[in-house]
């Protein structure tokens, strides 16, 4: 696979390290000559020559996809490589970083290797949430991490109706309900309690926040499965998708989860893997050591 048309995105904002990462990105446009780089628009101001300011819609049509930030910019990588095939450059320039594959200070190495072609693809399942309204589809996102589902009022808990491939399954009281990928797992859902699911695993998993039952659990659903989640109640609730996109779920409507056909890929350069991220990136460091 080779890159033609590659496209950057970050968030000035919030990332001290972006300017370092955009100087390197330069230095690589100037020395590969026969490929155009493009930054989104957000990046103005920071964007040297030999690349170009361009548009998110420019930006999706390139064949690689650079995010340098944390893990917020990878998600926003992923809503602009959907249905693309476009991979994904995950460069971390925040904290933990686990959907980055390298640091900006190894930028300028990993940019050599991508061009000469030592790398692999890795693909993460994505979920498709269908909302109803008036029993007709209303609106439709499709999510690489999670969607959160929490009361529009904040005093409130959630009060949800679960159903598994057309079956009654519960009803959850919990301060609010996450449902994630694998990749979403090791996000709030781990924070959550809830559990670690490897990349490759065809599953997603179902988590309540704080729930008012002790017995209430974590539940992985196998991916082909379908749930279908309604307010319980007559309070609205809100649905958000991958930390960005809001959803309103009225009561009587509901929202339909299945796994989706689209996929996000990313750029591989190691054979570290999943394994080594966890220890590196959360610290597993094994038993306290006892002193002599």
Not at 75 to 104: C, K
Request: hydrophobic share 45%; aromatic share 8%; glycine share 8%.
């Amino acid at each position: 696979m080779k890159f033609t048309n590659i496209g950057i995105i970050g968030w000035k904002d919030k990332n001290a390290d972006l300017q370092f990462a955009m100087e390197i990105i330069a230095r690589a446009a100037a020395h590969y000559k026969h490929v155009h780089f493009y930054a989104l628009e957000s990046l103005k101001g920071l964007v040297q020559k030999p690349i170009r300011v361009a548009s998110e819609a420019k930006i999706k049509k390139c064949d690689l996809l650079i995010a340098v930030g944390g893990d917020g910019t990878v998600l926003s990588a992923a809503r602009i490589a959907l249905g693309s095939g476009m991979p994904i450059l995950g460069v971390n320039a925040g904290h933990i970083g686990f959907l980055a594959e390298t640091w900006v200070e190894d930028l300028e190495n990993t940019l050599d290797l991508v061009f000469r072609g030592e790398f692999t693809l890795r693909r993460r399942m994505m979920l498709d949430a269908l909302i109803y309204r008036n029993q007709k589809i209303h609106s439709r996102e499709t999510f690489l991490n999670e969607v959160h589902i929490l009361p529009q009022a904040p005093e409130r808990m959630v009060n949800v109706n679960v159903e598994y491939n057309g079956r009654p399954l519960t009803e959850y009281w919990a301060d609010s309900l996450l449902v994630s990928t694998p990749t979403g797992s090791t996000a709030y859902n781990l924070a959550a309690g809830g559990p670690i699911i490897y990349p490759s695993t065809s599953a997603y998993v179902m988590t309540p926040v704080a729930p008012s039952s002790l017995s209430v659990r974590p539940l992985v659903f196998p991916a082909d499965a379908h749930c279908r989640i309604s307010a319980a109640g007559e309070a609205p609730l809100a649905l958000i998708f991958d930390g960005r996109i809001v959803k309103t779920l009225a009561p009587g409507e509901w929202v339909s989860l299945f796994q989706s056909k689209a996929v996000t890929s990313f750029i591989r350069l190691s054979q570290s893997g999943f394994v080594d991220a966890l220890r590196e990136k959360l610290g597993w460091t094994g038993k306290p050591k006892l002193g002599s």
